[in-house]
């Protein structure tokens, strides 16, 4: 497997395209995004858990019934949520879309993020979609990318190739962050495209799989969005034999699938709102993968820990305590804790008791841009990993006037 | 039931003393207490569910196997947790002091609050035992109050009085907040002490219920502390019938318990790291209490919904999204969510969708240091109340270096 460039569309088959409509106001940001597929694809897609769903993923969920799709439409500045007409509006989108793609309503995904409970002016939106269609292009991964961001430093993208019986098949996506993010049973927006033979059946299972260890395993604030988002267009460009059960050939795309939306997750973790560092906690010899993943996302969870990575204060009683309250089995007398970064390290507890060390060598390991907590239980043979980001004062600044 | 003065020195029988003895360097405030009982007590604790447990709560756990105790002593700026011989030292910690109070060590309960994972020297505490001891008096409450204070702003104290069978009842307590707060079957440290006279396993009894409509219902910043522990003595002295099953004295004694630690639970979360003001969340028309409070508890827990609360920014959003991802069930379409303080209230949300409101009236109400948020589910008849307050850049600054 290798990476590649093009984000969205690095995969054959696939145009993008971000244009500024209005949505967000006071600003020349682009704010809505494009991706079209040359010919109908398979589609699949994973929704938040969240009870309050945004208007958007109902009408996606309808359109999304007969496995297929055509496009992917997104805004920011608007999450289209809990207002009297955001199913209305968002079908007033796709149909307009619709027209000036030539395509079915019904072929479209939609979403949308930003703010809750504000109504979204349709208008507005489609106004823009002449311009939005004009812009397709190969090279239109960045602009959609772009589009998408809401609070984000930076876009998110991936693509990585792998051989399904000796044709190449690429896949290739974008994702948003940063606020609003503790991913379960699905992530903030992402959007995957790909070249792949694959029927849309196993193309879902895929993305269940794959959003297991990759979206469900970062958090910001440990708050779910009601827009989460994970969907893919696969177009079957790669010429591969079709991925029609759990065969090679679905674990080899698996394994590039994991790789893109692993590298979107922690663009995602590590531009989290007002984050200065990309935190990670491996969990080992934890007894079941389960519990292993408990125990590490309690750990990036952690308001305490977060904020001591902040300060670079290698306070593991942190690190104990979230493990400690996480819900996972372990035995506090058997965990070794250690901090990691660009190869050196600091052992800091064995045997759930804290040992002495060199203060100066903690603050430059917790000082770099990537930190990872090791947590060893010493127990089994199980290990998950988890990723987050330090909390900081730009965190509240941001989140203290979301609206203004 | 009336409020009165006094704190944990309120009920008949109670002594009390604060001095600074040195674990907290580099400064001169106190940071051990002490509550004396003038003779035997009926006794009983609740203890953190943290896996990870601090070394003092497990030796308190052993002395209170038979029920009573006659003493309290907690010292502030070291947790005595996840250290090789931390309970030797709460051990030595309780012999020097049974000695100078001529009592048995294992009629003491002892808890620490403050860094984890580092070594409590025992010398430091029963060096200081002497003069613990001699500043005992009735007038005590306001230094052991101080000196279990951590972060703390402001110490936290109540007591309240009822009648049983005649006779004057008071219960009185004092207890610390305010970093780590997410008490879960448990508190960060209160100590309550009453006459009324109750065996120990009623007065547990009491503790039970009482904890689970107070300290259960605040949350500062999502972490259960190691060294939660709410603990009471009852002296008898009140002269009442002994409290021997859930009847009328026992239900007037929860009525004063309630208010103590109802009261203590609020100081708690109003003063939490950094917070500017308390927030609170009543959730009415549920179907049950246990779905009221799993919903409230994820509103006044979201790092979101803090946030926005310091910014005084209406982003009623934030509030919907913490109901639909804190795992109760509830239709979103029946939602109504208001914004209240001192008699002011600014609906903002009616079923599950915004409503336009006034800007300058709901900064207004937002601004001001206690908020209520509203929300009625408009199904059953089960409402619940939960407290936290605002997520500010001070939380993040104190814990950015907690340890220096």
């Known amino acids: 497997m290798k990476e590649v460039a093009g984000g969205c569309c690095a995969a054959k088959g696939f145009s993008a395209s971000g244009v500024h409509a209005g949505v967000r106001r006071n600003t020349s940001k682009k704010d809505l995004a494009l991706i079209f597929a040359d010919l109908d694809c398979t589609a699949a897609a994973l929704y938040t858990t969240n009870l ?31 207002t009297p007409d955001g199913e209305e509006t968002a079908r007033e989108i796709c149909a307009a879309l619709a027209k000036e793609l030539a395509v079915r309503p019904d072929e479209i995904i939609i979403n949308s993020t930003g703010v809750i409970g504000v109504p979204l002016p349709a208008g507005i939106v489609t106004d823009a979609i002449p311009a939005l269609v004009k812009g397709l292009s190969r090279d239109g991964s960045d602009a959609a990318a772009a589009a998408i961001m809401t609070t984000d430093t930076c876009d998110k993208q991936a693509a990585a190739q792998v051989e399904i019986a000796g044709k190449t098949v690429t896949v290739g996506g974008i994702a948003k962050g940063s606020g609003m993010i503790h991913p379960n049973m699905a992530t903030m927006l992402a959007f995957i495209t790909t070249d792949a033979a694959i029927t849309s059946e196993m193309l879902h299972a895929a993305l269940r799989e794959s959003n297991r260890v990759t979206y469900s395993r970062i958090s910001v604030d440990g708050d779910t969005s009601t827009n989460d988002m994970l969907a893919a267009l696969a177009s079957g460009l790669a010429g591969n034999p079709p991925i029609g059960q759990k065969d090679d050939g679905y674990r080899a795309f698996l394994e590039a699938l994991n790789h893109v939306n692993g590298k979107l997750a922690r663009s995602i973790a590590r531009d989290g709102e007002g984050a200065t560092k990309l935190v990670s906690c491996l969990v080992r010899g934890a007894d079941s993968e389960e519990c292993a993943e408990k125990l590490a996302k309690g750990v990036i969870s952690s308001s ?40 050196e390290s600091v052992a800091v507890c064995k045997d759930g008791m804290g040992l002495p060390f060199d203060e100066i060598l903690a603050r430059r390991v917790l000082s770099r841009d990537e930190v990872q907590i090791l947590v060893d239980l010493r127990g089994g043979a199980f290990e998950a990993e988890a990723f987050g980001c330090d909390l900081t004062e730009k965190y509240v600044e941001i989140n203290g006037a979301y609206r203004t």
Not at 304 to 323: E, H, I, P, S, T
Not at 324 to 335: K, L, M, N, Q, T
């Open 52 to 82: 309050v769903q945004a208007a958007p993923l109902h009408v996606t969920k309808r359109n999304l019934a007969g496995g297929t799709a055509r496009a992917v439409i997104a805004n920011s500045g608007n999450a289209n949520a809990c």
């Open 304 to 343: 305490l820990v977060k904020a001591m990575m902040y300060g670079a204060d290698a306070n593991f009683g942190r690190v104990l305590c979230a493990l400690g309250y996480s819900g996972a089995p372990f035995d506090p007398r058997r965990v070794d804790v250690s901090f990691l970064s660009s190869g």
